[in-house]
């Protein structure tokens, strides 16, 4: 009985090793933070105030201020414009000939006739061509209402948000975090995602479709080890 068992763990392992696995994307989480409530007895109790128990030095906002998102638990829209395209060409060409000739005219004591054979002629080719073409473009537009998770010490804002759409049988998922710079905030709190730092971006799905788009288990432990 024992055999088995190390058999049947023994291909566990195999199989678990071989099977491949979807690449994550290194979004911050958590995906959302609620702000500080001003006048709470915990928020009191963590930060005791002694500027007066009206102003909020962490929560104050200028009676003339527009409501621009500077602290946690500000919301933040972000108009995904992603676009790459690459494209790279190569081709490289090689072309070499050699000849060689060889023949004695004539010796001393021998007859002129006796040396027709007396030659050697060589040649040499070498030829080598090489192609290479490469290009890629991608393309991403939407819109994703994130969270300030954190105010940087410079200012600048960390964000992160989630959102889900389930139709049917199947659930979207899209997830965005990176670092925005205040001074790139416009009216209405909107902001590009080209000028977002350290952006990440995940469009994933779960349902029927996903699970019609997935290899299954037993044909990626053969593609794991195929040569071809």
Same mark, same amino acid.
């Not at 054979?117 to 890629?136: M, P, Q």
């Given at each position: =009985? ?11 392992? =195999?199989? &678990?090793?071989? =099977? ?27 930060? !005791? @105030?002694?500027?007066?128990?009206? #102003?909020?030095?962490? *929560? #104050? ?5 527009? %409501? ?6 500000? *919301? ?19 072309? %070499? *000939? ?13 007859? !002129? ?73 416009? !009216?209405?709190?909107?902001? @590009? ?10 469009? %994933? &799905? ?15 432990? #053969?593609? @794991? #080890?195929?040569?071809?």
């Amino acid at each position: =009985m024992k055999p088995i068992r190390t058999s049947a763990a023994a291909l566990a392992l =195999m199989l &678990g090793g071989c =099977m491949l696995t979807t690449p994550k994307v290194e979004v911050r989480e958590p995906t959302t933070v609620r702000p500080v409530a001003a006048y709470s007895v915990q928020a009191a109790q963590a930060t !005791p @105030s002694t500027e007066g128990a009206i #102003f909020q030095a962490a *929560t #104050f906002r200028g009676l003339f201020e527009d %409501r621009r998102a500077r602290l946690v638990g500000d *919301t933040i829209t972000i108009q995904i414009q992603e676009q790459t395209s690459a494209k790279r060409s190569s081709a490289s060409s090689v072309d %070499r *000939t050699g000849k060689v000739e060889a023949k004695v005219a004539a010796l001393p004591f021998v007859v !002129p006739s006796y040396l027709n054979r007396a030659a050697a002629t060589g040649s040499s080719s070498n030829t080598f061509e090489g192609k290479g073409d490469t290009a890629t473009d991608n393309q991403f537009t939407g819109t994703i209402t994130v969270t300030v998770i954190e105010v940087l010490p410079n200012g600048n804002l960390l964000v992160s948000g989630e959102k889900q759409v389930g139709i049917n049988q199947n659930v979207e998922s899209l997830r965005f975090s990176g670092v925005v710079n205040p001074v790139n905030v416009l !009216p209405g709190n909107v902001v @590009s995602s080209t000028q977002v730092a350290d952006a990440r971006l995940e469009v %994933r &799905g779960t349902g029927d479709i996903d699970r019609a788009q997935t290899v299954g288990w037993l044909s990626r432990f #053969f593609l @794991s #080890f195929l040569p071809i």
